[in-house]
């Protein structure tokens, strides 16, 4: 494997201009992320602060056991508990297979920028996964998609789920998942990788109960080796020790809501578009009703100074609230405003690692941790990588393409162009002339059997319709032919446009790891974690 650096911009106006650290985005934020001197100062700032570190510890221990017992695990536990010691954190939703390739990046950027900071600061960093097991939406996790012709087909894992239950509470079908994984091997081919690929899924299966087991335990498996540590937010462990920084979000509800409103009108008088949906009577926190097994998002009542739920199902006094956080945690989850909060309060984070989409929410979050006395981390955006296997990169060279080009708008322009070379222009004009005289002799056609048989005329029109429609299947097949001709080079160009940029997406918006790991092994995703990346702003292409 081999990386190059591009220059390309980001996802998003706001995302790019954060690359750059114009002074139009910089207010929004309490770091600079690229400058060494912000982490020197970040870990200043968390030497001040206190952290549950044994009890996390202790609970990120027992939940990975299930899942590996490695020296590696166990040093990172060890490091956690260390006073010292900071994380560099970043988090996914429990795609199936892991999802997109992102979650796949995401995480190696958490464990290369751990790796960077400890050797640069000489204190223990933990790179640290979390799992976004609280989200309610089993629509956007339940499926990948797979190369079949010249489309991205979406496949959808076999395994209905109707309430709007935790990802982390759903209990995966495991007869479906096997039987799917195989599906989806046969469908990429057989290799000699394919047979060890579905042993991996089938034993990590067999320790798993939920679909977030499954998700961390595949992980686990593809960055077996590293000092990574998971934590699923939506475990009911975990709740326990967010016990009391619940309490300081109820009781602070008003607070966050305005201080997000605020926040976000700065940011709107920039020129920005927000991206966080919220009324001022969110409370930002979700409860769970058990009698209905879903997700419920809280709005605080300034009239009767209830939080109710959806449509009034039911209602809390702040007292009642606090009462279930402090006895029931588990009742209780984050929303998208206060998860970084909660993130912040459990751990020392040195560093976020985001994608373009959060480095523009948590630019909405400035004031909330304001409010509460506390800086938000430096945000470092996640690596963007582009994976160039070398037969792509062979059509590449012989259609004479930029990658760079490629990468960011796909192969349409230059496909358009190459078909509209090898146009027929004289078989066009042909067939243009021979309907137009068509057309002109089927008007006298009209006129006479307008004078001698109307009733025919419906009859008449049917006709023409029909010889004309001859023509232009003729004509198409002809045309057919002279692409034909050159359908070696046009299958060079959807197949540069399938590997790179499938559906006009971003490669690891669209492709999973499972294609990679089937063709090229297992220790595929391990490679690609130990070469060399700068978190300069560049995408990253890596040969393979």
């Known amino acids: 494997m081999e990386i190059s650096n591009l220059l390309m911009p980001a996802a998003n106006r706001f995302a790019s201009e954060y690359l750059q650290q114009t002074d139009q985005i910089k207010p929004f934020f309490h770091y600079t992320y690229n400058e060494p001197s912000s982490y020197w100062n970040r870990v200043e700032e968390l030497r001040s602060r206190e952290f549950p570190r044994e009890g996390l510890a202790n609970h990120i221990e027992s939940y990975m056991a299930r899942f590996t017992e490695s020296e590696e695990t166990s040093h990172s536990i060890v490091k956690l508990k260390h006073p010292d010691s900071v994380v560099v954190i970043g988090g996914q939703q429990a795609g199936i297979f892991t999802g997109p390739l992102y979650t796949i990046h995401k995480v190696i950027s958490i464990i290369q920028l751990a790796r960077q900071k400890e050797a640069e600061l000489g204190i223990p960093v933990v790179p640290i996964f979390w799992i976004a097991g609280e989200d309610h939406d089993y629509q956007e996790v339940n499926h990948l998609y797979v190369p079949e012709g010249t489309i991205a087909n979406k496949w959808i894992f076999p395994q209905k789920v109707h309430e709007k239950i935790m990802v982390t509470d759903i209990e995966i079908n495991k007869e479906h998942c096997k039987n799917w994984a195989g599906q989806l091997v046969s469908h990429f081919g057989e290799t000699a990788h394919s047979r060890e690929l579905l042993y991996l899924i089938e034993s990590t299966l067999e320790k798993s109960e939920t679909f977030t087991d499954f998700f961390a335990g595949i992980l686990m498996e593809l960055f077996k080796g590293t000092e990574l540590l998971i934590v699923d937010s939506g475990h009911p462990g975990l709740r326990q020790i967010e016990s009391g920084y619940f309490d300081a979000i109820i009781r602070n509800h008003a607070a966050v809501a305005d201080s997000l409103s605020f926040q976000q009108k700065a940011i709107i008088q920039e020129g920005f578009p927000t991206l966080i949906e919220a009324t001022d009577q969110s409370a930002n926190l979700f409860y769970y009703d058990i009698n209905t097994n879903e997700r419920v998002l809280l709005e605080y009542n300034s009239e009767t100074a209830l939080f109710v739920g959806k449509n009034a199902a039911f209602s809390f006094s702040m007292d009642e609230l606090l009462e279930i956080a402090r006895v029931e945690p588990q009742l209780l989850s984050n929303n998208v405003v206060t998860r970084p909060l909660m993130q912040e309060w459990l751990f020392p984070v040195l560093a976020f690692i985001g994608g373009p989409g959060e480095i523009a929410y948590w630019a909405e979050l400035k004031l909330i941790f304001e409010h509460f006395d506390i800086k938000m981390p430096p ?79 419906t009859m008449l029109k049917k006709n023409e319709e029909i010889v004309i429609g001859q023509l232009t299947f003729m004509q198409k097949k002809l045309e057919d032919a002279v692409q034909q001709r050159h359908q070696v080079t046009l299958d060079k160009y959807s197949r540069i446009s399938m590997a790179l940029r499938p559906e006009g997406l971003p490669q690891e918006r669209v492709w999973n790891v499972l294609y990679y790991l089937n063709k090229y092994g297992l220790d595929f995703v391990n490679r690609l974690a130990e070469l060399e990346y700068e978190f300069d702003g560049t995408h990253k292409l890596v040969r393979i």
């Not at 349409?412 to 002109?440: G, P, W």
């Open 379 to 457: 945000i470092v955006p996640r690596l963007n990588i582009t994976i160039l296997e070398r037969s792509i990169e062979t059509d590449l060279q012989e259609l004479q393409m930029d990658v760079s080009e490629v990468i960011r708008r796909g192969t349409d322009n230059e496909k358009q162009a190459f078909m509209d070379s090898i146009r027929d222009r004289e078989l066009e004009s042909v067939f243009t002339s021979a309907k137009d005289q068509v057309l002109e002799q089927y008007d006298k056609f009209h006129e006479k059997t307008a004078q001698i048989a109307p009733s025919l005329l």
